[in-house]
C-alpha cells in the first residue's frame, strides 16, 4: 500500500502542474476553478452547493479536511465571511495553503497537520465541516465519520465530495459502496445525497487527455514516463469502481 502521507508531500512539494491544469480547464471549462489550484476533481457548481448549504453566519467556524492546497475552504470562508481551520497529512501543502490565505486576503484562518481519524480539534467547535475529494483516503471511512461528528456543533452541517465504490481499487484504503449508514449512526440526518453532474465522462477524459500528454507531463514533473503511464493507467481501471461521485450533506443530530 503507498505512504498517502509522503506521496502527498512529495506531490504538494512541487507547483502545481500548469499542463493538468490546461487538460482541467480543457474538459470542465468554466466550471473549473483554475486560480485555486485544486488537486480534485472539484466544480464551481459544488463550490457554490457547499458554500449555500452551509449554512453559515459570518464569524462562523469551518473546517476543511484534507484540504490540500487550501482552494476550496478558501473560497468557501471567503464567500461566507467564516473562519477556516484547515487540516491536512502533508504539511507542503499546507505551507501552500497558508500562500493562497495571504493572496486571497482571508484572514482568520489555520492550516494544521491532522488526519480524518484524528484532527486533533477540539469536540463540537466547528459550525460546519467540509472535504473535498479526499475521504477516500480516509483508511477507515467510520472513523472518520465519526470524527466528523465529534468536531461538529450539534446541528452543524457536513458538506462532503467522495466516491461510493463496488469493488476494492488497487493499492487504495478500503472503500465503501454507500456513506450514508456510516454518517446515520455517527450521528447525522442524510439531507442530501446528490451524483454530482457528468462526474464520470469528465474524469474519465482528464485521464484519457493525461496519457495523451503523458510525454509533456513527464518532463513537467521529472516523472519516469513509463510509471506515470502505469499511475494514470491504474487511475482508470479505479474510477471504472466507482458507481457514483456524491455531494452529501448532512446535519450532525442535536
Ligand atoms: C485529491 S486531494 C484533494 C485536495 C483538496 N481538497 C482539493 O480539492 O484540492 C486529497 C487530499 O487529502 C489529503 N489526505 C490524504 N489522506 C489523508 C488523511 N488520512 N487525512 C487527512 N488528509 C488526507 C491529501 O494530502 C490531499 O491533500
Known amino acids: 500500500m503507498t505512504d498517502w502521507k509522503a506521496a502527498f508531500t512529495t506531490t ?49 467556524r469551518l473546517a476543511d479536511i484534507g484540504c490540500g492546497r487550501g482552494g476550496p475552504g478558501l473560497w468557501v470562508a471567503a464567500r461566507t465571511y467564516a473562519t477556516l481551520t484547515g487540516i491536512d497529512i502533508a504539511a507542503t501543502a499546507l505551507a501552500s495553503a497558508r500562500r493562497r490565505a495571504e493572496a486571497m486576503d482571508v484572514e ?39 470524527e466528523f461528528a465529534r468536531i461538529l456543533a450539534p446541528g452543524g452541517r457536513l458538506l462532503v465530495t467522495t466516491w461510493d465504490f463496488d469493488g476494492q481499487p488497487v493499492n487504495r484504503p478500503p472503500q465503501v459502496a454507500d456513506h450514508r449508514p456510516l454518517l446515520e449512526a455517527a450521528g447525522f440526518d442524510v ?30 514533473s521529472g516523472d519516469d514516463p513509463s510509471r506515470l503511464r502505469a499511475s494514470l493507467e491504474q487511475t482508470l481501471r479505479n474510477q471504472d469502481l466507482m458507481t457514483r461521485r456524491v455531494l452529501m450533506i448532512a446535519s450532525r443530530r442535536v
Do not use: N
Not at 44 to 57: S, V
Not at 191 to 200: G, M, S, V
Open 12 to 60: 504538494f512539494g512541487a507547483p502545481a502542474s500548469a499542463v493538468s491544469a490546461r487538460i482541467w480547464a480543457e474538459v470542465y471549462g468554466d466550471e473549473y476553478p483554475a486560480e485555486l489550484d485544486t488537486y480534485s476533481f472539484v466544480t464551481r457548481t459544488d463550490l457554490r452547493r457547499i458554500a449555500a448549504e452551509a449554512h453559515l453566519e459570518p464569524g462562523g
Open 108 to 146: 482568520a484562518t489555520d492550516f494544521r497537520i491532522g488526519d480524518f481519524q484524528d484532527t486533533g480539534l477540539e469536540d463540537a467547535s466547528f459550525d460546519a465541516v467540509m472535504s473535498v475529494d479526499a475521504l477516500l483516503f480516509a483508511p477507515d471511512k467510520r472513523c472518520a465519520c465519526e
Open 191 to 220: 439531507l442530501a445525497y446528490e451524483e454530482t453532474p457528468d462526474w464520470r465522462a469528465r474524469q474519465r477524459r482528464t485521464m484519457e487527455l493525461s496519457l495523451e500528454r503523458l510525454e509533456e507531463l513527464a518532463a513537467e
